[in-house]
């Protein structure tokens, strides 16, 4: 099956610092991936759409100077937190959906990042 | 896009089936339901997903009322690894036309041994 890496796993970074959250499909290509966050005892909450080759969408609220996203190739988004905060302690998670399928195929998860500013 | 409304939490015997119910009484003609899971600090998981028929696979079945406005999941004999978090979403489009997975708070399942 469609397999959607997240790496890393777990990051604890100083505040102010910026950390890169890489979001791989191993075994597919994407033109567009999701990423979300998701505080403790909450659901997720989609941040932005990753489109290959162009600019990322955000969802309303989400600073995109902060949220820094490239999709530089079918394969591959990267998030960056910028200039982090102990407020952007989350879990972040990305998902991809295979070009290749139709329309109503899954959107497949990485199994996710949790981030902790310090 | 439809919203859903679960049940925060249930719970269920293991070996027995659970059902879990999802009501998206404002689902339009074209869009899917789809059911996913999160188990705790994992990203979600994909388990079915339907337009009008009901629908199985190795996991569990999908049965959508035959106006849409409501779905039951099932998983036909519970494990204690079935315990999590149970999202019911339906499928619509941002403001940029990008398709797009809204969760809701979905509905925190319970294996009891």
């Known amino acids: 099956g469609a397999v959607v890496s997240q790496h890393p796993s777990r990051v604890i970074c100083k505040s102010g610092t910026s950390v890169k959250i890489e979001c791989r499909s191993l075994d597919f290509q994407a033109t567009t991936m999701f990423w979300y966050r998701q505080f403790p005892k909450q659901s997720l909450m989609l941040m932005a759409t990753s489109n290959e080759g162009s600019k990322a969408t955000y969802e309303q609220g989400v600073e995109k100077d902060k949220f820094l996203i490239n999709h530089a190739s079918l394969t591959l988004s990267t998030l960056t937190v910028t200039s982090a905060h102990p407020e952007d302690s989350s879990f972040y998670i990305c998902?991809?959906?295979?070009?290749?399928?139709?329309?109503?195929?899954?959107?497949?998860f990485g199994n996710g990042t949790r981030l902790t500013v310090t | 896009d439809a919203k859903t409304t679960q049940p925060p939490s249930m719970d269920c015997a293991e070996g027995r089936a659970a059902n879990l119910p999802c009501n998206h009484s404002?689902?339009?003609?074209?869009?899917?339901v789809y059911w996913y899971r999160q188990i705790h600090s994992q990203g979600p998981q994909y388990i079915i997903h339907g337009l009008k028929n009901n629908e199985t696979n190795e996991m569990a079945s999908l049965i959508i009322t035959e106006d849409r406005k409501s779905s039951t999941l099932i998983l036909p004999h519970a494990t204690l690894r079935d315990t999590a978090v149970y999202y019911c979403i339906v499928r619509g489009r941002s403001n940029f036309g990008n398709e797009k997975l809204t969760f809701g708070t979905g509905t925190r399942l319970t294996i009891i041994p």
């Open positions: 998902s991809a959906r295979d070009v290749a399928l139709i329309y109503n195929s899954p959107l497949h």
């Open positions: 404002t689902i339009s003609g074209n869009e899917y």
